[in-house]
């Protein structure tokens, strides 16, 4: 539950007015409508937040920290997508996770390729199917081609996967041909948020090389309702490994924008695994800074997200392909159940908590 | 120049007022503003026109066709990005581009891979940074790592490369979940433009192992500011290759969507090369029913394009990488100066024509 501080935003509507959006605050487990207390809020989304600028945010920080008024209980409205996505790009910035990957995918190479170290591999997904928390997620089809087999099939995704990941939201815009470099991370990313970057694992195996994952991934991706502000975070930056590394100098940090962060996935309940960012090895100010250096510009709604975040444990990886070694060591439920990929019906749920004990929310779907 | 019948579609402004876009319709070598015809050029792109959907597509090209007034020559206005980019795919859809760049990419091994007969293999690009014909092409830099170096050198592209690309706007909306077969292609797709997808190959080299091409494209990719509706190429289509081929139902074509359009390149007024479009192995209306055969949707000012056009050819190939194998062959042009790769200053104009006679416009790019 969030604490009566972060105040993070979101946008919603109710089941008397189901279209039209209302921007708001969270506290506790009410909200606050915020609508009508500044310009910027005026169309019920935080699209004009967002590209107002840091100098606004901080205003508006304070504003909405003194502001009163009646509060909804959360279960009384309908949290919607809070912010119009324009390109969404997904990083693979976890050095758990790329190692433990790669033993999969490739077996009998090194699991890192050569340029991971080097720079943070990114790539781009599909911005018209981010949802927000709660939107079913109807299993996709396709064709894979299983072990063996002469041929690709079609047919319903069998390998249907979760990954736990932290999105960055961009509020101010860049220049086409201007990098943003480290050091202004915090003048053009407003927020985060978390993200569930749904995985079909056997499509992206059949499909994958040579120019990278699509309808693998461009089914759905669930975002959580609430964009918690930078400024929420500051308590819990810390130096992310890259720092410890021989770096072009665009990807040096003027200052650590690492975020300790502990993620916990739940599976009807059942607490899965406890990935902490902290480990993530690349930081969002040199995601950005990368994916910007060559004059691509970004633009307001951009979202960026991090990659699947896994730790070094077992238990600290943040999806099921890493969990049960592709399938092979299927995981037994407290209800006797087992699961080797996600089966209809399942929930899952994403929460995260950063030091200082900030609440990020959560993000919810449920297959089927 | 376009022909008198044609009347593709765009959204110009004037020097008089930069801010105030107009919509358009060209005629020869001047544009009839048609803003004020129909409710639909209101905001002075294509945007409303798009979502109307092919009832509406139908009305308007009767209303256009008849349509008078002042004409003003091309000359004289700024043709600006006709639509709004929601998300851009990229295809990689002709088999003598892709069989060349295997060669090149991975010598000693089957140029194509297992799975490209099977699908059309795509990946999303870079939404924001689709501009129009016109838009200077600043030089990207980045990461790369010379043949023999240990460590990779950040500097300017040294590579620079055009793709030569036919790009389908999608117009009506599909829902979340929903495939479009491809027998509703034309339910969908509203027209044609042509794409210029700009290409960093020592970028790309580095970083697209394993999760594909990300800052070696999304630097800039230029479209033609003219769409060309579907309702003109009818004379254009013809079977496309695939069509011979084994496929899964979902990929097998109710009518064909190949289409008979031949390419011209000219790099600085010289003429470079001629892709022909029908040698195109998959057909968009087959690459529309694989981007949505997972559920995922499609919005109105979607772009999807071919991939690059080649030919089976020397002198068909889309692009310089193919042209001058990777830079061991550097092309001598007519004033005596070789490319191996674009040079500062140089200006890439591609053109093309589909059967019967259509002038489907340009689009042009100066590097610089």
């Known amino acids: 539950m969030f604490d009566a501080e972060t105040r993070p935003y979101g946008s919603f509507t109710t089941a008397a007015h189901p279209t039209v959006r209302r921007a708001c605050v969270a506290v506790g487990d009410q909200v606050l409508d915020v ?9 019920g989304t935080l699209d004009v ?15 909405v920290a003194a502001a009163e008024g009646p509060l909804v209980p959360l279960a009384d409205v309908r949290m919607e997508l809070p912010f ?8 693979y910035a976890s050095e758990h996770h790329a190692t433990n990957l790669g033993r ?47 041929q690709p099939v079609f047919g319903p995704c069998a390998r249907l996967d979760l990954e736990a990941e932290l999105g960055f939201v961009v509020g101010t815009p860049s220049a086409l041909g201007e990098p943003v470099p480290t050091g202004a991370f915090a003048d053009h990313v407003f927020g985060v948020c978390l993200v569930n970057d749904w995985s079909a694992r056997d499509l992206q195996a059949w499909e994958y090389v040579p120019l990278g994952p699509f309808l693998g991934k461009s089914f759905a991706t669930s975002v959580s309702p609430w964009v918690v502000p930078l400024a929420a975070l500051e308590q819990a930056r810390v130096r992310p490994p890259s720092a410890d590394t021989d770096l072009l100098p665009y990807l040096r940090e003027k200052e650590d924008w690492g975020l300790d962060i502990q993620f916990e996935v739940r599976l009807n309940g059942h607490l899965l695994t406890r990935p902490p960012y902290a480990t993530t090895h690349w930081s969002p100010a040199q995601m950005l800074a990368h ?29 099921l392909i890493e969990l049960t070694r592709a399938g092979a060591e299927p995981l037994t439920l407290p209800d006797g159940t087992t699961r080797a990929w996600l089966a209809d019906g399942d929930e899952v749920r994403i929460s995260a908590v950063a030091a200082g004990g900030i609440f990020l929310g959560e993000v919810a779907g449920r297959v089927g």
Do not use: C
């Not at 699991?111 to 990114?122: M, S, V």
């Not at 996709?140 to 063996?148: F, L, R, Y």
């Not at 699947?308 to 238990?315: E, H, I, K, Q």
């Open 84 to 91: 119009t996505v324009s390109d969404y790009v997904d990083f």
């Open 291 to 319: 994916l910007t250096v060559n004059g691509a510009s970004v633009r307001t709604g951009d979202l960026f997200a991090s990659g699947t975040v896994s730790g070094p444990g077992a238990d600290q990886a943040g999806s």
């Open 35 to 43: 609508t009508d207390l500044d310009p910027v809020f005026a169309d």
């Open 49 to 63: 937040l967002l590209a107002a600028g840091p100098v606004v945010w901080a205003d508006m920080r304070s504003t």
């Open 104 to 150: 999969l995918f490739r077996p009998g190479t090194e699991p890192l390729t050569p340029n991971w170290k080097h720079l943070p591999i990114g790539y781009h997904g599909r911005a018209g199917t981010v949802v927000v928390s709660g939107t079913p997620i109807r299993r996709p089809s396709g064709q894979s081609k299983p072990a063996g087999a002469d």
